[in-house]
């Protein structure tokens, strides 16, 4: 319960979202008991109730001779940011390419964190403008977190943009291994983010705006021989959603945080240092807005941005700011879409889900495939994580196999909006079923955030294969299960039911479209049938 930070003496001090009891008094007597005051509002009613008292109060200037303020919850945001920028000859992530290190910056990177605070339940969203952090590293900085702001470990959700022009904070077979000494370096400063925003809490209500956004593309190209490669899929499925939460104070915006999905590859392999087109987005709404922006990358497994050249990466830079450009464009047409703004309810449930792996192949086939891929081993991207794929799955034999992973996964609810991690890079096809199926009216699936697992590939695409399925060798001797994207919207399915309070599981042919069963409007309320 938070009460007011201030007590007001006047009523021209009475501001936005004071409640309380007034007594006021002003020549003639007085005026008890006004409840919930607004600065229109308060006036009018004592002008009705009392009408002599007209005059005197018009210009606000009314003694308030004594105030009991209300105790009252209300939603509590603060936002921070830290320098993450890299020096010169820093080894970048994201392309197969050996020797690939920071020559140019062409513009910083970032940790940005919002705090939310609610009824004494503390939560942290960080956007890292990095390619993705480690689960170790992520369990680090939720250790950090804790000891410096007290919110609990699973609590903190971090986020990283997949930037491809941002230091390797990740080891992946034929794509080298992360920089120690700049994860080393970025962690605390990581931290320093959480901790700034977690002592700047202001009272705040949430609006929400949706806008249909072509800033993204499916990139997995079928080719006339039927073959999948790298390139632009006008017919593959990609999540034109993209959503903005304005978080708005007494004094104006507090922070803005964009949802969308689609890779920040726009630059290519290029060595320089940048946040790609969503810098450029940021850049753009931070100016407009006058507000720090949250960027949380979405459903970019298999989703390309959508440049001029029509190629899976952009041609330099220029490629970046087309890309921004329109996605800032998009943004700002949601955030202006804006009209309701509400006090809305915190929550948070963890809960651990499994993700089960594909048996190991044989020892066999292991030694062969091992001996095949030898003379190549040194030629970086696929021959090199070929190899090294095969070594991993010879020493996982000398040791009992694993089933799977379970991870604890911990869904943040803020009114009718949810965060799910995604610990990994879905694949548009898989998000879209969670969101068509979720009980939330804005479920938000969280790319690369809160740890590294690589591609979650759907059952289709793996039987086709493409980059998204042969890098799954990249990060070991275990790949997920065929049915991974199953596995992925039933789990999290469960737990979205759970937070909501509906324990119930569906029967053959059950509708599940619970959101969707009637058009709502951005804080879930039913505003007519289909």
């Known amino acids: ?41 308060l006036l009018q009613r004592i002008k009705e109730r ?12 009314a003694d308030l001779l004594e105030v009991i303020p209300m105790v009252k919850s209300q939603l509590h945001v603060g936002v921070g940011r830290t320098d993450l920028t890299p020096p010169l000859g820093t080894r970048l992530q994201g392309y197969a390419v050996e020797g690939r290190v920071a020559e140019k910056i062409a513009d910083p990177l970032h940790s940005t964190a919002l705090v939310l605070e609610r009824d004494g339940l503390k939560v942290a969203w960080v956007s890292l403008d990095l390619a993705i952090v480690e689960d170790e590293e992520v369990e ?30 990740q080891s992946v077979f034929g794509w080298g291994d992360k920089d120690e000494a700049y994860v080393e370096a970025a962690l605390p400063k990581i931290v320093d983010s959480v901790a700034k925003a977690a002592t700047r809490l202001d009272a705040a209500r949430l609006g929400i705006g949706t806008v249909h956004s072509d800033v993204g593309i499916n990139r997995r190209e079928i080719l006339e021989d039927h073959s999948v490669t790298l390139g632009f899929n006008p017919w593959g499925a990609y999540d034109p959603e993209m959503t903005v939460l304005r978080f708005e104070g007494e004094n104006g915006p507090i922070v803005t945080v964009v949802h969308y999905g689609a890779h920040p590859t726009a630059i290519g392999p290029e ?30 497994g298999d989703v390309a941005p959508r440049t001029n050249i029509h190629d899976v990466v952009g041609d330099g830079l220029p490629a970046a700011v087309e890309v921004g450009s329109r996605a800032a464009t998009h943004a700002l047409s949601a955030f202006n879409s804006v009209k309701e703004f509400r006090d809305v309810e915190l929550a948070a449930r963890t809960d651990e889900i499994f993700l089960p792996y594909s048996p190991l192949p044989t020892l066999e086939e292991a030694r062969s495939e091992m001996a095949l891929a030898e003379p ?16 991993a799955v010879l020493d996982a034999h000398s040791r009992p196999h694993l089933k799977g992973k ?11 909006v949810v965060l799910v991690p995604f610990p990994g890079e879905p694949f548009a096809e898989t998000v879209l079923r969670l ?31 493409g980059y998204e399925v042969s890098v799954a060798k990249a990060l070991g001797a275990y790949i997920f299960s065929e049915n991974i994207d199953d596995v992925l919207v039933e789990e999290n399915l469960r737990l979205l039911r759970r937070l909501l309070g509906d ?28």
């Not at 009392?50 to 200037?61: C, H, S, V, W």
């Not at 680090?140 to 390797?168: E, F, L, W, Y």
């Not at 060595?271 to 459903?299: C, H, Q, Y």
């Not at 190549?376 to 070594?391: Q, R």
């Open 1 to 41: 319960m938070m009460l007011p930070m201030t007590v007001p003496r006047k009523l021209s001090e009475v501001r936005r979202p004071f409640c309380g009891l007034i007594r006021i008094e002003s020549g003639w007597g007085k005026l008890k008991e006004v409840e919930n005051p607004r600065v229109e509002t």
């Open 50 to 61: 009392r009408p002599e008292l007209g005059p005197q109060l018009g210009d606000g200037r």
């Open 140 to 169: 680090m900085i939720r250790a950090g977190v804790q000891a410096k702001t007290g919110i609990d470990p699973a609590n903190v959700t971090v986020c990283s943009i997949q930037n491809h022009c941002a230091p390797a904070t």
């Open 271 to 300: 060595p320089v240092v940048s946040r790609d087109w969503p810098g450029v987005m940021i850049d753009r709404l931070e100016k407009i807005t006058g507000a720090m922006t949250l960027f949380i990358n979405g459903a970019v």
């Open 376 to 391: 190549h081993k040194d030629k970086w991207g696929g021959p090199m994580c070929n190899y090294f794929h095969w070594k």
């Open 406 to 416: 379970t991870l604890a996964q911990t869904l943040t609810r803020l009114g009718p």
């Open 435 to 465: 969101r068509h199926y979720s009980p939330f009216q804005h479920t938000l699936c969280a790319s690369t955030t809160n740890g590294s697992n690589g591609y979650f590939v759907t059952r289709e695409s793996r039987h086709r294969g």
């Open 503 to 530: 324990e119930h599981t569906a029967g053959p042919g059950r509708d599940l479209r619970l959101a969707s069963a009637s058009v709502r409007d951005p804080f879930g309320n039913h505003m007519r049938d289909k």
